[in-house]
C-alpha cells in the first residue's frame, strides 16, 4: 500500500468525524468500544456521510437519484435514502423489491432491472405496480404482457438499450458489446413496437446501463448525449413523449493506488448544460430524468473493522492476522473479479499515529491463501488486539461476500446515526451455521 493508499484512508478518517491523533474516534465514540459492545469484525456506516453525498449528486446533476439496492441491501440503509427528496430506488430481484418497500420508497420511485427475472419476480412488479420494469429482451416484454394481463393490471416498461457505441475509459462494461445486458439497439423498433401492441403495457422510456467504475467526465457526457438521442428515436417510434431516460450511473470510486476521486462537478456542469439542450424538446415533455448509483453514494461511507489475532515474522515478512477476510468481505480481498488484486486503504485504527511499519501482509483467518487484504502495505506497527480498518467498505461489503464459508459467525453491522453507534444487524452466533439444515435422523 503506498502513501496515496495512506492518505485516502486519513482523509475517509476525517471525514467520519475523528480527531487527529490516538484511537480511531468517529464522531465522537472511539472504535474500541464500539467493537467492545457489538464484536468483530463488524462493518461501520457513517449516516452523515451517505446523506451528504446524495445531497451533492442531485445538486451537481439535476435529475433524480435511483439508489442501486444491490450495493448495500441494509435496511437503514433503504430508509436513509428514502427520506432524501428526489431519491429512488433500482432493485434487481424481489428481495431487493421487499427492502425498498420496507425502507419506505414508493412504487413510483422504484424501478426493476436485472436480466433473469423470474415469473414470480414479474408478478410483484405487477402486484406493486412500481414505475417500470426496465425489460431486457423482447421475450421478457411477452412474459410481462401476459402476466400483467392475468391480474387484470397495467404496467409502466423501461427498455434496457444496449447500445451500439461503447462507453470508454471504464473499468467493468455491461453493455455497448455482446452481453446478456439489455435488448440490442438495432432491435429497439422492434421492442417499441412490441410494447405499443400490449395494453396492458406502458411505455416509460429507455434504460440505458453499460459500464461502471468510470472516472473520466467526458466519455460519460459523451454517453449521455448518445442516450439522449436513443431517447429521441423511442419517443419518435412511439409516437409520444416519454416519461423516462435512465441514464444509468457507474461514477468510479478509487479503491486502488493511482486512482483520483471522480469529478462530480465537472461531470455535473457538463451535463446540465448537455440536458438543458433537450429539456425543451416536446418529446421529452414532462420525463423524469434518473442516474441510478449504489457505490458512489455508499462506498465511501462504510469502514470493515476486523482484529488482529496474531504477528508472526516469516522470512523477512511480517504477517499480521486477522478475525475476519473474504469470508466477510470478498471484494476487498481481490476476489471479486478483479484480474490484478490490489489492496483497498488499510489503517492500524488502534495506534493512528503510531511509527510505521512496511512489508506487512494482512491476511484473514480462512485456510487459503486468497484470503488476504494486501501484501508490502504500510501500517502502523500492529499489535495482538490492534484494529485493522479497511476503508471504501460501504459498497458490496457483506452481502456480496461468501458468508458461509468456513462457517465463522457473520459480522455485524453498526450505523453512526445522530451521534449514537446504532446496530443494524448482530453478529451471527457460532450455532447459526445449523440453522436450516435437516438432521437425517
Do not use: W
Not at 391480474?151 to 434496457?160: I, S, T
Amino acid at each position: 500500500m503506498s502513501a496515496a493508499q495512506t492518505e485516502k484512508a486519513r482523509a475517509l478518517v476525517a471525514r467520519f468525524g475523528s480527531g487527529p491523533e490516538g484511537e480511531f474516534a468517529p464522531s465522537g465514540m472511539r472504535v474500541g468500544k464500539i467493537a467492545e459492545q457489538y464484536g468483530t469484525p463488524f462493518y461501520l456506516y457513517s449516516s452523515e456521510m451517505i446523506t451528504e453525498r446524495i445531497g451533492r449528486v442531485r445538486e451537481a446533476l439535476g435529475t433524480e437519484v435511483s439508489y442501486s439496492v444491490k450495493a448495500n441491501p441494509s435496511l437503514a440503509i433503504g430508509q436513509l435514502v428514502a427520506a432524501v427528496p428526489g431519491a429512488g430506488a433500482e432493485v434487481a430481484s424481489s428481495g431487493e423489491l421487499a427492502v425498498a418497500l420496507a425502507a419506505g420508497f414508493a412504487p413510483v420511485d422504484i424501478i426493476f432491472a436485472g436480466p433473469g427475472k423470474t415469473d414470480d419476480e414479474l408478478g410483484r412488479l405487477v402486484d406493486t405496480g412500481i414505475f417500470a420494469d426496465n425489460v431486457e429482451s423482447l421475450n421478457e416484454i411477452e412474459r410481462l404482457a401476459g402476466i400483467a394481463r392475468a391480474k387484470g393490471r397495467r404496467v409502466g416498461v423501461g427498455l434496457r438499450i444496449n447500445p451500439t457505441n461503447q462507453l470508454m475509459g471504464s473499468q467493468m462494461r455491461m453493455g455497448g458489446t455482446v452481453s446478456q445486458f439489455g435488448i440490442d439497439q438495432a432491435e429497439l423498433a422492434t421492442a417499441v413496437e412490441r410494447v405499443l401492441a400490449h395494453p396492458e403495457l406502458i411505455l416509460r422510456g429507455v434504460h440505458v446501463y453499460t459500464a461502471t467504475q468510470v472516472f473520466e467526465p467526458e466519455p460519460l457526457l459523451d454517453h449521455c448525449r448518445n442516450i439522449l438521442d436513443i431517447a429521441l428515436r423511442t419517443a419518435d417510434l412511439a409516437g409520444e413523449p416519454l416519461q423516462m431516460v435512465d441514464f444509468g450511473g457507474g461514477f468510479g470510486v478509487p479503491y486502488f493506488d493511482k486512482l483520483v476521486e471522480f469529478d462530480l462537478e465537472r461531470f455535473g456542469a457538463g451535463f446540465r448544460e448537455l440536458l438543458a439542450a433537450h429539456r425543451a424538446d416536446p418529446r421529452l415533455a414532462g420525463c423524469r430524468f434518473i442516474f441510478e448509483l449504489g457505490r458512489y453514494l455508499v462506498a465511501d461511507a462504510g469502514i470493515y473493522v476486523t482484529r488482529v489475532v496474531d504477528v508472526k515474522e516469516a522470512r523477512g515478512k511480517t504477517f499480521v492476522v486477522t478475525d475476519g477476510g473474504m469470508n466477510h468481505h470478498l471484494t476487498a480481498t481481490g476476489n471479486m473479479g478483479q484480474v490484478f488484486r490490489k489492496s483497498f486503504p488499510l489503517l492500524n485504527l488502534s495506534r493512528m499515529d503510531g511509527e510505521q511499519q512496511e512489508s506487512i501482509t494482512v491476511a484473514g483467518p480462512l485456510c487459503t491463501p486468497l484470503d488476504s487484504f494486501g501484501s508490502d502495505l504500510t501500517l502502523t506497527t500492529p499489535k495482538v488486539g490492534d484494529l485493522i480498518g479497511v476503508f471504501y467498505s460501504g459498497a458490496y461489503g457483506y452481502s456480496a461476500s461468501n458468508l458461509a464459508f468456513l462457517s465463522h459467525p457473520t459480522p455485524a453491522e453498526v450505523l453512526l446515526h445522530e451521534g449514537e453507534a446504532r446496530l443494524l444487524r448482530a453478529a451471527g452466533a457460532v450455532e447459526a451455521v445449523l440453522m436450516g439444515q435437516i438432521p437425517l435422523t
